[in-house]
Structure formats: C-alpha cells, structure tokens
C-alpha cells in the first residue's frame, strides 16, 4: 500500500509526533474559535509556508489536496449561498487551514509513529475496559493506508472508463471501488486474525 510520509529533514520532520498530534489538536480548537479573518488569513498563510517545507514537487503537493479542497470549496459555496460573503469566508479559511496543517503533519509523521503515539496515549483508556489501545493504533494505521490507496484505485478506475470511451459517472465509479476497497479490507482483516494481532476475542 502507498504512504502519504515523505521523507525529509524539515523543522516539521524533526519534531516529536506527540507534539505534532497536540499541536494538531490545539490548533483545531483556537480555529474555531476565532471568527475574525485577519487572523485566520494568517493561519492559511502560515500553514501553506509548512506545507510547502515538506519537500513535495509543487505539482505533487496539489494533488494531495485537491480532492478535500473541493469538498471545503462546495462547503463555501453552499454557505455563500445562504451567508454574507464575509460569513462564509469564515469556514473555508478555517478548513484550508486544518487542512494544510493536517497534511503537513500527515507528511512529516509516518505511520509507524503515528501508531505508537496514539496507542500510548489511548493506554489510559484501557482502564476502563471498553477499548484496546492496541486495536485504535491499529485502526489509525489502516485508515492512513487506505486513504492514498483508495484515491489511486479511483482514479485508476476513471482512467480505465476513458480509456475504453465511457462516460465517467459516480455511479459506474462507485460500485468497483467499493468492492474492491471492501474486497482488500477482507484480506487484511483475515491476515490480522491470522497473526492474532486482534485481542478482543481472547
């Protein structure tokens, strides 16, 4: 499976992953606080100078984004609609923000590390009886695998309907996708019970 790590040397690369999580999760917070667009133009700005520190060719950087970007854009459209322009420039500085600041974590951190440092901070949890911090590292790990995989079978999937003359359509994209997203999440769950990672059933 792909990764979204890249390698690299930056200031966001040398960090801990811990204080990337929690820097990630302050940072949502003060965000959403705040509905003044000076500060968060500032935010975007600042977050889009780290993202652009990962290393990636510019060209690879957008496509990373684009396919959230357009989610946050519909999001502001459908706020313009009904808002103030002013007002629905709120959300979509807010957004492009989280998002830029996510990446650049995402891209600085790699899987390994973010497994380890969620299953240590969800060990506490384990008190409780509910939850195994094991299993929410792993879930973590997989949700990160799958996302660039799944991006890439649609877009193979797209690739393969123009190429044999067919009208793309969600619908027509849809269907194999999901089966074959489901088909792989079969076979992982199968070799995870296989090498008894999963402890619930013990």
Do not use: C
Not at 191 to 196: E, K, S, V
């Amino acid at each position: 499976m792909q990764s979204l790590y890249v390698e690299g040397n930056s200031m966001m690369h040398r960090l801990s992953p811990r204080l990337k999580l929690l820097s990630l999760a302050a940072f949502s917070v003060v965000l959403f606080i705040s509905d003044n667009l000076a500060p968060l133009s500032i935010a975007v700005l600042m977050t889009a100078v780290l993202y652009g520190m990962v290393g990636l060719p510019f060209a690879d950087a957008l496509r990373r984004l684009r396919p959230i970007f357009l989610t946050i854009a519909v999001v502001a459209l459908f706020n313009l609609i009904f808002n103030p322009w002013h007002e629905a420039l709120v959300p979509l500085l807010r957004l492009t923000a989280l998002m830029l600041f996510a990446a650049t974590v995402t891209a600085t951190t790699s899987i390994t590390a973010f497994i380890d440092e969620v299953t240590a901070l969800a060990r506490p949890l384990e008190r409780t009886g509910w939850v195994q911090a094991d299993d929410i590292g792993l879930a973590l790990g997989l949700v990160l695998r799958f996302v660039p995989e799944i991006v890439s079978r649609y877009q193979a999937i797209r690739e393969a309907h123009r190429a044999r003359g067919l009208k793309v359509r969600p619908a027509s994209l849809l269907a194999p996708l999901i089966i074959l997203t489901l088909k792989d999440a079969e076979n992982i769950a199968a070799a995870i019970d296989a090498r008894g990672i999963r402890r619930h059933g013990s």
